[in-house]
């Protein structure tokens, strides 16, 4: 088993920035790729980026291309997202997820985290 704790969010004005972390523990050597997820008040759980952890390749949504980054630190088995020139439309509770292969689905992930809230007022 592979446990996450997300942390990191919070309140912010447009325009600013924010880093999310995301801690794994237990069976991590299972992890091939890291993925953050988010899901905003009545809409559907969209994927945001994913890092693939042997290789450090990313993906990236379109939406978020070019202000957002996903990072690893091996040593320390967590994976970032920093997220830059926020805008009020990313505002949700962001989650990452782990598995044993890259997806941009969310039901194809193993291990999810519980989630943590990012609000970016206007």
């Known amino acids: 088993q592979v446990q996450l704790v997300e942390s990191g969010g919070g309140l912010v004005q447009a325009g600013g920035s924010l880093r999310l972390s995301c801690a794994a523990s237990?069976?991590?050597?299972?992890?091939?790729?890291m993925g953050w997820f988010r899901q905003a008040p009545g809409k559907e759980r969209e994927f945001v980026a994913a890092?693939?952890?042997?290789?450090?390749?990313?993906y990236y949504a379109d939406s978020v291309k070019g202000r957002f980054t996903i990072s690893r630190d091996n040593a320390k088995n967590t994976a970032f997202l920093q997220m830059n020139n926020l805008k009020p439309e990313d505002t949700a509770i962001y989650y990452c997820?782990?598995?044993?292969?890259?997806?941009?689905?969310?039901?194809?992930?193993?291990?999810r985290g519980q989630g943590t809230q990012v609000t970016v007022s206007s």
């Open positions: 997820a782990a598995n044993r292969l890259y997806s941009r689905n969310w039901y194809d992930y193993d291990y």
């Open positions: 237990g069976r991590t050597g299972s992890m091939y790729a």
């Open positions: 890092i693939i952890w042997s290789t450090d390749s990313t």
